[in-house]
Protein backbone atom coordinates (compact mmCIF):
# COMPACT_ATOMS: atom_id res chain seq x y z
CA UNK A 1 0.00 0.00 0.00
CA UNK A 2 1.61 3.57 -0.93
CA UNK A 3 1.15 6.46 1.08
CA UNK A 4 -2.01 8.05 0.00
CA UNK A 5 -3.96 4.65 -0.98
CA UNK A 6 -6.95 3.67 1.09
CA UNK A 7 -8.64 0.11 1.41
CA UNK A 8 -12.31 -0.72 0.96
CA UNK A 9 -13.56 -3.18 3.39
CA UNK A 10 -16.59 -5.23 3.33
CA UNK A 11 -16.97 -4.27 7.21
CA UNK A 12 -21.00 -3.17 7.73
CA UNK A 13 -19.44 -1.10 10.82
CA UNK A 14 -16.92 0.01 12.61
CA UNK A 15 -15.88 -2.95 15.41
CA UNK A 16 -14.39 -2.04 18.78
CA UNK A 17 -11.35 -3.55 17.67
CA UNK A 18 -10.91 -0.78 14.64
CA UNK A 19 -11.87 1.98 16.89
CA UNK A 20 -9.05 0.49 19.39
CA UNK A 21 -6.43 0.27 16.85
CA UNK A 22 -7.27 3.65 15.05
CA UNK A 23 -6.91 5.67 18.58
CA UNK A 24 -3.33 3.45 19.39
CA UNK A 25 -2.45 4.61 15.33
CA UNK A 26 -3.11 8.89 16.40
CA UNK A 27 -1.52 8.23 19.93
CA UNK A 28 1.66 6.92 18.09
CA UNK A 29 1.48 9.26 15.35
CA UNK A 30 0.25 12.60 16.36
CA UNK A 31 2.76 14.83 15.25
CA UNK A 32 2.84 13.29 11.74
CA UNK A 33 -1.32 13.20 11.33
CA UNK A 34 -1.07 16.79 12.64
CA UNK A 35 1.92 18.10 10.21
CA UNK A 36 0.37 16.08 7.47
CA UNK A 37 -3.23 16.44 7.56
CA UNK A 38 -4.23 19.18 9.58
CA UNK A 39 -2.25 22.09 9.87
CA UNK A 40 -0.71 22.21 6.40
CA UNK A 41 -1.70 25.45 4.66
CA UNK A 42 -3.93 23.95 2.27
CA UNK A 43 -6.29 21.79 4.28
CA UNK A 44 -6.23 25.23 6.53
CA UNK A 45 -7.49 27.40 3.89
CA UNK A 46 -10.10 24.19 3.08
CA UNK A 47 -11.45 24.25 6.25
CA UNK A 48 -11.39 27.97 6.96
CA UNK A 49 -13.80 27.65 3.57
CA UNK A 50 -15.74 24.62 4.27
CA UNK A 51 -15.87 24.71 8.19
CA UNK A 52 -15.31 27.82 10.07
CA UNK A 53 -17.22 30.36 7.51
CA UNK A 54 -20.54 28.83 7.54
CA UNK A 55 -20.27 28.51 11.60
CA UNK A 56 -19.50 32.19 12.30
CA UNK A 57 -22.83 32.35 9.41
CA UNK A 58 -24.56 30.68 11.26
CA UNK A 59 -23.51 30.70 15.18
CA UNK A 60 -24.20 33.22 17.97
CA UNK A 61 -21.41 35.72 18.17
CA UNK A 62 -18.84 35.02 20.76
CA UNK A 63 -20.81 31.70 21.32
CA UNK A 64 -19.30 28.71 23.15
CA UNK A 65 -18.59 25.31 21.42
CA UNK A 66 -17.97 22.28 22.02
CA UNK A 67 -15.36 20.54 19.45
CA UNK A 68 -15.97 16.96 19.49
CA UNK A 69 -13.43 15.62 18.13
CA UNK A 70 -11.26 18.44 18.59
CA UNK A 71 -8.00 16.31 17.13
CA UNK A 72 -4.73 18.45 17.23
CA UNK A 73 -6.52 21.64 17.85
CA UNK A 74 -6.43 23.17 14.51
CA UNK A 75 -10.21 23.99 14.72
CA UNK A 76 -9.88 25.16 18.07
CA UNK A 77 -7.31 27.74 16.99
CA UNK A 78 -9.64 29.02 14.08
CA UNK A 79 -12.16 29.10 16.13
CA UNK A 80 -11.26 30.92 18.80
CA UNK A 81 -8.92 33.69 16.47
CA UNK A 82 -13.27 34.57 15.59
CA UNK A 83 -14.17 35.04 19.05
CA UNK A 84 -15.84 31.98 20.37
CA UNK A 85 -15.46 30.21 23.82
CA UNK A 86 -14.65 26.55 23.03
CA UNK A 87 -13.60 23.73 24.73
CA UNK A 88 -12.11 21.02 23.30
CA UNK A 89 -13.02 17.08 23.82
CA UNK A 90 -10.99 14.36 21.76
CA UNK A 91 -10.56 10.41 22.57
CA UNK A 92 -6.78 10.45 22.05
CA UNK A 93 -4.15 11.26 24.49
CA UNK A 94 -1.61 12.04 21.67
CA UNK A 95 -3.68 14.18 19.35
CA UNK A 96 -4.44 16.26 22.37
CA UNK A 97 -1.12 16.57 23.84
CA UNK A 98 -0.34 17.65 20.83
CA UNK A 99 -2.81 20.24 20.59
CA UNK A 100 -2.19 21.52 23.97
CA UNK A 101 1.46 22.32 22.53
CA UNK A 102 0.36 24.00 19.34
CA UNK A 103 -2.68 25.80 21.33
CA UNK A 104 -1.50 26.11 24.70
CA UNK A 105 -4.05 28.54 25.92
CA UNK A 106 -6.83 26.10 25.15
CA UNK A 107 -8.86 23.93 26.83
CA UNK A 108 -9.34 20.49 26.37
CA UNK A 109 -10.16 17.20 27.74
CA UNK A 110 -10.09 13.47 26.97
CA UNK A 111 -13.36 11.80 27.23
CA UNK A 112 -15.36 8.63 26.04
CA UNK A 113 -17.72 10.68 23.27
CA UNK A 114 -20.14 7.72 24.16
CA UNK A 115 -20.93 9.26 27.92
CA UNK A 116 -19.98 13.08 27.45
CA UNK A 117 -20.73 14.70 30.53
CA UNK A 118 -22.34 18.26 30.20
CA UNK A 119 -25.40 19.33 31.46
CA UNK A 120 -28.31 20.49 28.90
CA UNK A 121 -28.13 23.49 27.27
CA UNK A 122 -24.34 24.27 28.09
CA UNK A 123 -23.47 25.28 24.61
CA UNK A 124 -24.37 27.72 21.52
CA UNK A 125 -22.73 25.44 19.25
CA UNK A 126 -21.29 21.80 19.05
CA UNK A 127 -18.78 21.31 16.22
CA UNK A 128 -18.13 17.66 15.03
CA UNK A 129 -15.37 17.66 12.15
CA UNK A 130 -14.30 14.41 10.57
CA UNK A 131 -16.64 12.34 12.88
CA UNK A 132 -14.62 9.39 11.34
CA UNK A 133 -14.14 6.80 14.04
CA UNK A 134 -17.89 6.89 15.80
CA UNK A 135 -19.47 3.43 14.68
CA UNK A 136 -22.76 4.08 12.92
CA UNK A 137 -24.63 2.11 15.38
CA UNK A 138 -23.75 4.80 17.84
CA UNK A 139 -24.13 7.87 15.83
CA UNK A 140 -27.62 8.62 16.36
CA UNK A 141 -27.32 8.75 19.85
CA UNK A 142 -24.41 10.78 19.78
CA UNK A 143 -26.20 13.21 17.55
CA UNK A 144 -28.91 13.04 20.00
CA UNK A 145 -27.01 14.30 23.00
CA UNK A 146 -25.22 16.89 20.91
CA UNK A 147 -28.85 18.22 20.51
CA UNK A 148 -29.64 18.22 24.76
CA UNK A 149 -25.88 20.20 25.19
CA UNK A 150 -27.13 22.29 23.01
CA UNK A 151 -28.87 25.54 23.99
CA UNK A 152 -31.97 27.13 22.60
CA UNK A 153 -31.47 27.97 18.67
CA UNK A 154 -28.06 26.41 19.11
CA UNK A 155 -26.13 25.00 15.30
CA UNK A 156 -25.10 21.69 14.97
CA UNK A 157 -21.62 21.54 12.89
CA UNK A 158 -21.11 18.08 11.36
CA UNK A 159 -19.00 16.57 8.69
CA UNK A 160 -18.40 13.36 7.49
CA UNK A 161 -16.29 11.57 4.63
CA UNK A 162 -18.69 9.55 1.90
CA UNK A 163 -18.56 6.50 0.39
CA UNK A 164 -19.61 5.76 -3.05
CA UNK A 165 -20.30 1.80 -3.15
CA UNK A 166 -21.38 -0.28 -1.03
CA UNK A 167 -18.78 -0.31 1.48
CA UNK A 168 -18.96 1.41 4.36
CA UNK A 169 -15.30 1.15 6.13
CA UNK A 170 -12.26 1.78 4.77
CA UNK A 171 -8.51 1.51 6.14
CA UNK A 172 -5.64 3.53 5.74
CA UNK A 173 -2.28 3.27 6.82
CA UNK A 174 -0.06 6.26 5.84
CA UNK A 175 0.65 7.16 9.29
CA UNK A 176 2.52 4.05 10.21
CA UNK A 177 -0.63 2.28 10.97
CA UNK A 178 -4.16 1.36 10.37
CA UNK A 179 -6.95 4.00 10.65
CA UNK A 180 -10.34 2.36 10.14
CA UNK A 181 -13.16 5.01 8.82
CA UNK A 182 -16.59 5.11 8.83
CA UNK A 183 -18.17 6.16 5.03
CA UNK A 184 -21.69 7.50 4.65
CA UNK A 185 -24.10 8.39 2.05
CA UNK A 186 -25.54 11.88 2.14
CA UNK A 187 -29.28 10.68 2.41
CA UNK A 188 -27.84 8.70 5.11
CA UNK A 189 -26.14 11.83 7.04
CA UNK A 190 -29.35 13.87 6.88
CA UNK A 191 -31.78 10.83 7.71
CA UNK A 192 -30.06 10.56 11.06
CA UNK A 193 -29.61 14.13 11.50
CA UNK A 194 -33.54 14.91 11.19
CA UNK A 195 -34.17 11.98 13.77
CA UNK A 196 -32.04 13.57 16.15
CA UNK A 197 -34.30 16.59 16.74
CA UNK A 198 -32.36 19.13 14.25
CA UNK A 199 -33.32 21.07 10.91
CA UNK A 200 -30.66 21.16 8.35
CA UNK A 201 -29.54 25.08 7.36
CA UNK A 202 -26.87 24.46 4.90
CA UNK A 203 -25.05 21.09 4.23
CA UNK A 204 -21.70 21.05 0.88
CA UNK A 205 -20.20 18.63 -0.44
CA UNK A 206 -16.36 19.36 -0.88
CA UNK A 207 -13.38 17.63 -2.22
CA UNK A 208 -10.82 16.10 -0.22
CA UNK A 209 -7.09 17.57 0.35
CA UNK A 210 -5.97 14.88 -1.16
CA UNK A 211 -8.01 14.21 -4.45
CA UNK A 212 -7.18 9.73 -4.56
CA UNK A 213 -9.49 10.12 -0.77
CA UNK A 214 -13.62 10.45 -0.67
CA UNK A 215 -14.42 13.79 -0.17
CA UNK A 216 -16.74 15.24 2.71
CA UNK A 217 -20.13 16.22 3.19
CA UNK A 218 -21.01 18.69 5.58
CA UNK A 219 -23.90 20.73 7.17
CA UNK A 220 -25.15 23.42 9.99
CA UNK A 221 -28.02 22.38 11.37
CA UNK A 222 -30.24 24.13 14.12
CA UNK A 223 -32.05 22.20 16.98
CA UNK A 224 -35.58 22.57 16.99
Not at 71 to 87: E, N
Request: net charge positive; aromatic share 12%.
Amino acid sequence: MNKLAYQLLPDEDLSETQVYVATQTYNRFAKEFAEKWEWNPLTVREITKYNIAPVVKYAKKNGSVLLVSCQSGRDYALLDQKGFVCLGVGFSYGLLTEAIKRVPRGLFVRLNLKSLPFMPESFDVVYADALMHTPKKEMKELLRDFSIFLRPKGVLYLSLQLGKSKHQVMVMEDLGGKLYITLYKKPEIMNLVKSAGFTVLWSKTSPHTDASLPGWFSLIAKKL
